[in-house]
């Protein structure tokens, strides 16, 4: 059997059949060609092995600049937060200022308007005794039939007045 092994024993490489008997420069061939093939399986692996650490490298970044983000938004809800609390708390003092100046202002008004009231009727009061005395006046200028006798017995007193006295 070893002899029949050794006369089968040809190998078959790439469409090549070499024999025991094949020279040495033959088999040299073929290592070289196993030699490439495994380079360029290693160079293949070496490629993924650069390719997913390339990728792992990039995951971590992208994790990184992505918490990143996610803290600097939370910071920023944060003071945004904070902003909003307190223009809320602005607004409310505002409005209970509105609220104190409103009140103010109807209390004013209601004063105002009571002192309007009041120079009405003082108003009324005083058109009332302005017609009184516009009436009086009237009447006094018209003459009375007995007007003349009292001018001319203040006349005559006047005169004797005068007369006494000379």
């Known amino acids: 059997m070893s002899e029949d092994k050794n006369n089968n024993d040809a190998v078959t490489l790439e ?20 030699n490439r093939g495994s380079k360029l399986a ?12 390339a990728v792992i490298f990039l995951g971590v970044y992208v994790y ?13 809800f944060t003071r945004l937060d904070k902003q909003l609390a307190q223009q809320e708390e602005q607004q409310s003092e505002y409005a209970q ?11 004013r008004v209601d ?6 009231q009041q120079v009405k009727n003082a108003t009324k009061l005083y058109q009332t005794d302005m017609q009184a005395l516009q009436r009086a006046f009237a009447e006094s200028k018209v003459r ?6 009292l001018a001319e017995v203040e006349y005559l007193v006047k005169l004797a007045g005068r007369k006494i006295w000379l």
């Open 111 to 116: 004063q105002v308007n009571l002192q309007l």
């Open 42 to 53: 290693l160079i293949i692996a070496v490629l993924a092995l650069i390719l997913t650490l």
């Open 15 to 34: 469409g090549e059949t070499l024999t025991p008997d094949a020279s040495p420069e033959q088999t040299d061939n073929p290592p070289p060609q196993k």
């Open 144 to 149: 009375h039939p007995n007007d003349w006798i």
């Open 64 to 76: 990184k600049q992505h918490q990143q983000v996610i803290s600097q938004q939370h910071s920023d």
């Open 97 to 107: 200022q509105a609220q104190v100046l409103q009140s103010s202002l109807t209390t």
